[in-house]
């Protein structure tokens, strides 16, 4: 069983910067892909970002790409989310996730879920 709590959220003026941490109970921690997933107000959850086990590979979504990291350290069981550039449109709430094995673009092959932090970003 994996807890996740995520920390970092706020509210920030467009071309602001966040970093959002998601720090993970257990002593498998690298043993799991860890992401970033996003839900605004009346919006389906959509994926933002994932990286391996290792940290060796990451991948993001098309809209934050260029503009966000994800990032890793295992020996403190925490993930980040570097957020620069902020637009309102990234105004959501922000899910940490993880799973064993390889990381996924899909929600539904999440096994863990932490309790989301809101970002807000104003125009």
């Known amino acids: 069983q994996v807890h996740l709590v995520e920390s970092g959220g706020g509210l920030v003026q467009a071309g602001g910067s966040l970093r959002l941490s998601c720090a993970a109970s257990?002593?498998?921690?690298?043993?799991?892909?860890m992401g970033w997933f996003r839900q605004a107000p009346g919006k389906e959850r959509d994926f933002v970002a994932a990286?391996?086990?290792?940290?060796?590979?990451?991948y993001y979504a098309n809209s934050v790409k260029g503009r966000f990291t994800i990032s890793r350290d295992n020996a403190k069981n925490t993930v980040y989310l570097q957020m620069n550039s902020l637009k309102p449109e990234d105004t959501a709430v922000y899910y940490c996730?993880?799973?064993?094995?390889?990381?996924?673009?899909?929600?539904?092959?999440?096994?863990?879920w932490g309790q989301g932090t809101q970002v807000t970003v104003s125009s």
């Open positions: 257990g002593r498998t921690f690298s043993t799991y892909a």
């Open positions: 990286i391996s086990r290792s940290g060796g590979n990451t």
């Open positions: 996730v993880g799973k064993p094995g390889l990381y996924s673009v899909y929600a539904g092959a999440y096994n863990y």
